[in-house]
């Protein structure tokens, strides 16, 4: 396999790149992405067997199934990180491993419907409270302490937008390379 392939399969809809002004246009369309994605990821998976569940997007990847956990945990993660930021002055978040996470049997081995239920459920929240964010919210930061970098909310929404849309094109792709839509 070529460098150029396996890069696709890693980042199959490329690396988020934040514009460098954000616009209402970019948030209330990021917005929708996160609005919709919970229903349109279930929608994608639902049919499949516990062994395509099983299997890794892609070459030491996760499994589908280590997917949807992780995009449950880390949407949970985000959501809490735009409270933090929205109720303290630039607040240090706690970082995690998301590898790790992904090994621990919950990840490995619950039914999906626990980790759909509960990215449904995060969104709905996180939704109504990104839509009502004015400009003053959406310029608040956190600061992440893996190199002490901030992260203003706004941008957070898109970088959000996009995790979800980069994890959907994982399982996408392996259910085309397969067959299996």
Not at 61 to 78: A, E, F, I, K, P
Request: glycine share 2%.
């Amino acid at each position: 396999m070529t460098e150029q392939e396996l890069k696709f399969l890693k980042f199959p809809i490329g690396q988020f790149d934040c514009p460098s002004t954000i616009t209402k246009d970019h948030i209330n369309s990021w917005i929708s992405i996160l609005e919709h994605f919970p229903r349109r990821l279930e929608n994608l998976v639902k049919h499949l067997s516990k062994d395509q569940l099983d299997t890794p997007y892609r070459e030491h990847g996760w499994t589908v199934r280590q997917v949807l956990h992780h995009l449950s945990d880390s949407h949970q993660h985000s959501y809490i990180r735009f409270k933090w930021a929205l109720t303290e002055d630039k607040p240090i978040i706690k970082d995690y491993n998301e590898k790790t996470w992904a090994e621990l049997m919950d990840a490995k081995t619950a039914p999906i419907q626990m980790a759909l239920d509960h990215l449904k459920s995060t969104h709905y929240k996180l939704v109504y409270l990104l839509k009502n964010m004015n400009e003053n919210d959406l310029n608040k930061s956190f600061i992440h302490p893996v190199g002490k970098t901030e992260v203003v909310l706004k941008n957070n929404i898109g970088s959000y937008a996009w995790h979800g849309s980069h994890h959907y094109a994982h399982i996408e792709n392996l259910l085309k390379r397969e067959s299996w839509s």
